[in-house]
T-cell receptor, first 112, second 117 residues
Framework: AQSVSQHNHHVILSEAASLELGCNYS??????LFWYVQYPGQHLQLLLK??????LVKGIKGFEAEFIKSKFSFNLRKPSVQWSDTAEYFC??????????FGQGTTLQVKP | NAGVMQNPRHLVRRRGQEARLRCSPM?????VYWYRQLPEEGLKFMVY????????ESGMPKERFSAEFPKEGPSILRIQQVVRGDSAAYFC???????????????FGPGTRLTVL
């Protein structure tokens, strides 16, 4: 069965620090990859997605993610976080079925 | 363009009652997905529907849960005879698939938080 693993459950950073959140999945075939963010009190919003093409994907608010097929990874990065990035981040994978498989989520707390 | 709408946002039920959760997809979207988020867990897929069709219900519990997406009106997730373990946040998402079978982006609603007393 497919699964998605987010290694960091809770991350605390100071403003301007660099961020990298890990995401690994288990599936041998073609996948579509997503990062969603849930700000406090708000619903899930799409940060970025990878379907095909350039494995380095740029999303909103300065986030990017790199798909490394050989490592089954899709890590999320941001060079310099802001207090407003405090949120929960979810990695999700789909194998063209319409069924998103989510990781457990990573709570990011940015200290001003 | 209005996003995915869900109502109610909060729902309290006593054990044994029925819960009905509604989801109106984004305008032009004909595909709806339901997910459940239990406390301290990620979202888990429940069911994928198109208008008048259930495409994949592999994540739905076998009993008490049902979903529909009629030709007119919102999608409904129905939970009969609720138990405390049904307490969770239920999220609906919608997408617009072009012809072919490629996945498209799912846009999520704000969720319905169900509490079973």
């Amino acid at each position: 069965a497919q699964s998605v693993s987010q290694h960091n459950h809770h991350v605390i950073l100071s403003e301007a620090a660099s961020l990298e959140l890990g995401c690994n999945y288990s599936y041998g075939g073609t996948v579509n990859l997503f990062w969603y963010v849930q700000y406090p009190g708000q619903h899930l919003q799409l940060l970025l997605k990878y379907f095909s093409g350039d494995p380095l994907v740029k999303g909103i608010k300065g986030f990017e993610a790199e798909f490394i097929k050989s490592k089954f990874s899709f890590n999320l990065r941001k060079p310099s976080v802001q207090w407003s990035d405090t949120a929960e981040y979810f990695c999700a994978v789909d194998s063209n079925t319409g069924k998103l498989i989510f990781g457990q989520g990573t709570t990011l707390q940015v200290k001003p | 363009n209005a996003g995915v709408m869900q109502n109610p946002r909060h729902l309290v039920r006593r054990r044994g009652q029925e819960a009905r959760l509604r989801c109106s997809p984004m305008k032009g979207h004909s595909h709806v997905y339901w997910y459940r988020q239990l406390p301290e867990e990620g979202l888990k897929f429940m069911v994928y529907l198109q208008k008048e069709n259930i495409i994949d219900e592999s994540g739905m519990p076998k009993e008490r849960f049902s979903a529909e997406f009629p030709k007119e009106g919102p999608s409904i997730l129905r939970i009969q005879q609720v138990v405390r373990g049904d307490s969770a946040a239920y999220f609906c998402a919608s997408s617009f698939l072009t012809s072919g079978d490629a996945t498209d982006t799912q846009y999520f609603g704000p969720g319905t938080r169900l509490t079973v007393l």
